[in-house]
């Protein structure tokens, strides 16, 4: 691939760099890698016949010809220092998927402060089963496949584009998705304009745009002089080009029929909880159109997709009988929509545990955590995952435990999983749902907790 023999990946055990080393090693590239902690990944990648390994081996790095990197990577890396001395070309992650996508004729690219993950793999989904010639990265282990990448041609590439530390913008999409854009990642921008900025550049890179319509709106991208001509919007509204109608719901799971060109309509039963995932079906279906797939085939091929492990995955169990929920939500607002998905399941408390994610998360977006756990009845905050962060950029689980509590809502703050899982199996009763919260280790806790299957 791309002149490329041998390839070692700094940090492959990141599940976005853990896709793109199985896809250069499908492409016949000697792939290896190396990342500071053990897990179920690099487990994985070993299995598969990938040099993957903890720790730093600098001899190793010295037969690759190319170092690709994470942005988690700082320059102090052993590794990457030593490939840097020894004049190995080196790449940033972000670098190297553009360049992996150039490999392809199409590159479809999947945006947004949350959905990225589901959209790209149900998107994924059903490419594989029209069938298309493409290449899939998705970042997270897709249900029923146990894997987090496609490789099946290389007419599409379809990924994530990850808008931390504007990554996304080293694509130019045919086709570029905007599921929404929701203020984050205060670390890479200082205002929320500066996150809606680089938002509207995405799309003006992209030779198509599909927006969610009130994204359309609070981007004002009607003000660009060919937003008639390229972008295309989804939502529930009159005004959006494909929407969603007819909503009806049982348990949490959405049936609905899709409206597109001033009539034409196709039904869907989702197989996945919440209503937000009937905006992810809708963008789905119009990317899908876009590239000439029948309507009636993607509808039936998006009811199948199973979803992602870690968003709204139910592990199992409590012994009391209590069910455990493990989410990936680690923004206010995807915890809000998870909390009111499991409002529609659920017939006793609804018991939350949380593992803030980031420290400059947490300060940043401190009023809206204020307010996005409002039908929790009882509510467990674990300390800060502090991911790439220091605790001097912002604040920790404590703060914002003390925070709610100031504000009335009777918090408990615990040191760490054990503890949580304690404290969960002495108040939960069996009509009861254990929602576990964050985008850290703590579904850990989830397999502790879930003790029958």
Same mark, same amino acid.
Request: glycine content about 4%.
């Given at each position: 691939m791309l002149n490329f023999s041998r390839i070692h990946f700094i940090g492959i055990g990141g599940i976005s760099m853990s896709a793109l080393a199985y896809l250069t090693s499908e492409a016949g590239v000697w792939v290896?890698?190396?990342?500071?902690?053990?897990? %179920?990944?690099?487990?994985?990648?070993?299995?598969?016949?990938?040099n993957a390994y903890v720790g730093s081996n600098n001899s190793v790095v010295a037969k690759s010809d190319l170092v690709v990197y994470s942005s988690a990577i700082g320059d102090e890396d052993s590794e990457l220092k030593f490939a840097r001395?020894?004049?190995?070309?080196?790449?940033?992650?972000?670098?190297?998927?553009?360049?992996?996508? %150039? /490999?392809?004729?199409?590159?479809?690219?999947?945006?947004?402060?949350?959905?990225?993950?589901?959209?790209? !793999?149900?998107?994924?989904?059903?490419?594989?089963?029209?069938?298309? /010639?493409?290449?899939?990265?998705?970042g997270g282990i897709v249900n029923g496949d146990g894997s987090n990448y496609f490789d099946t041609g290389r007419d599409y590439f379809i990924?994530?584009?990850?808008?931390?530390?504007?990554?996304?913008?080293?694509?130019?999409?045919?086709?570029?998705?905007?599921?929404?854009?929701?203020?984050?990642?205060?670390?890479?921008?200082?205002? /929320?304009?500066?996150?809606?900025? !680089?938002?509207?550049?995405?799309?003006?890179?992209?030779r198509v745009a599909v927006v969610e319509e009130n994204c359309f709106k609070q981007l004002r991208l009607s003000a660009l002089d060919n937003a008639k001509d390229k972008i295309y919007t989804f939502g529930f509204s009159e005004d959006a080009d494909f929407r969603a109608v007819n909503l009806t719901q049982k348990e949490g799971k959405f049936v609905f029929d899709i409206i597109y060109e001033g009539g034409k309509v196709h039904n869907v039963a989702l197989n996945l909880y919440g209503k937000h995932n009937v905006l992810n079906a809708l963008a789905v279906f119009a990317v899908c159109y876009l590239i000439w797939l029948d309507g009636r085939e993607v509808a039936k091929y998006i009811e199948s997709f199973e979803g992602v492990d870690r968003r709204f995955s139910e592990r199992g169990k409590l012994k009391c009988g209590a069910r455990v929920i493990v989410d990936y939500a680690h923004h206010p607002n995807e915890i809000e929509a998870t909390v009111d998905t499991v409002r529609l399941m659920s017939k006793g408390k609804i018991i939350a545990v949380f593992e803030p994610h980031t420290y400059s998360r947490t300060k940043a977006l401190l009023e809206e955590f204020?307010?996005?756990?409002?039908?929790?009845? /009882?509510?467990?905050?674990?300390?800060?995952?502090s991911a790439?962060?220091?605790?001097g950029m912002g604040l920790d689980g404590g703060a914002l435990a003390n925070y709610l509590n100031a504000r009335g809502e009777g918090v408990i703050y615990l040191e760490n999983y054990e503890q949580a899982g304690d404290y969960v199996n002495q108040i939960a009763k069996e009509r009861d749902i254990i929602l576990v919260l964050g985008a850290g280790t703590i579904d850990e806790l989830g397999n502790i907790l879930a003790v029958q299957k």
């Open positions: 290896s890698g190396s990342d500071r902690n053990d897990s %179920s990944t690099l487990r994985r990648l070993s299995d598969y016949g990938i001395r020894n004049k190995i070309r080196c790449m940033e992650r972000k670098a190297y998927l553009a360049l992996i996508a %150039s /490999e392809c004729k199409n590159v479809i690219a999947i945006a947004g402060s949350h959905g990225k993950t589901t959209t790209t !793999a149900m998107l994924c989904k059903v490419a594989e089963l029209i069938p298309l /010639e493409f290449m899939g990265h998705v990924t994530e584009a990850c808008e931390y530390q504007r990554s996304f913008l080293s694509l130019n999409p045919d086709i570029g998705v905007v599921l929404n854009s929701d203020y984050d990642h205060p670390d890479t921008y200082p205002t /929320e304009q500066s996150m809606k900025d !680089a938002f509207v550049q995405f799309v003006e890179q992209s204020g307010k996005c756990f409002y039908w929790v009845d /009882e509510l467990i905050i674990l300390p800060t995952y790439r962060e220091n605790s």
